[in-house]
């Protein structure tokens, strides 16, 4: 499995025929756009288990990254500017 930080805009390749958008979106939500072929089916696991397709307990579910603690983001926030300064960089 492939996990990946994107930005509004940028977009996935799958093969030559898929492109997956990334749009935007919240915490909570996010929105992309999906381009293929009218032949693939796409559907979200949502609608699959509400039409039985798919079995909830047994099909994967996917939970959101936990949050980094104060402290870590405190840490990395230190680096960045330490960095930042070491390179010259004007703020």
């Known amino acids: ?8 805009g940028e977009y996935l390749q799958i093969g030559e025929d898929v492109k997956v958008i990334f749009t935007g979106g919240s915490s909570n939500n996010l929105r992309v756009l999906v381009d293929a072929p009218k032949e693939l089916n796409i559907a979200r696991s ?17 939970e959101r990254d936990r949050d980094l603690s104060i402290e ?3 840490k990395i ?13 004007d703020f």
């Not at 499995?1 to 509004?8: A, D, R």
């Not at 926030?77 to 960089?89: H, L, N, T, V, W």
Request: net charge positive; aromatic share 4%; hydrophobic share 35%.
């Open 1 to 8: 499995m492939l996990k990946l930080s994107v930005k509004p």
């Open 72 to 74: 870590a983001k405190e």
């Open 46 to 62: 949502r609608a699959l288990e509400k039409h039985g397709l798919v079995d909830k307990n047994e099909g994967r579910r996917y």
């Open 77 to 89: 926030r230190a680096i960045i500017m330490e960095d930042k300064k070491k390179s010259g960089f």
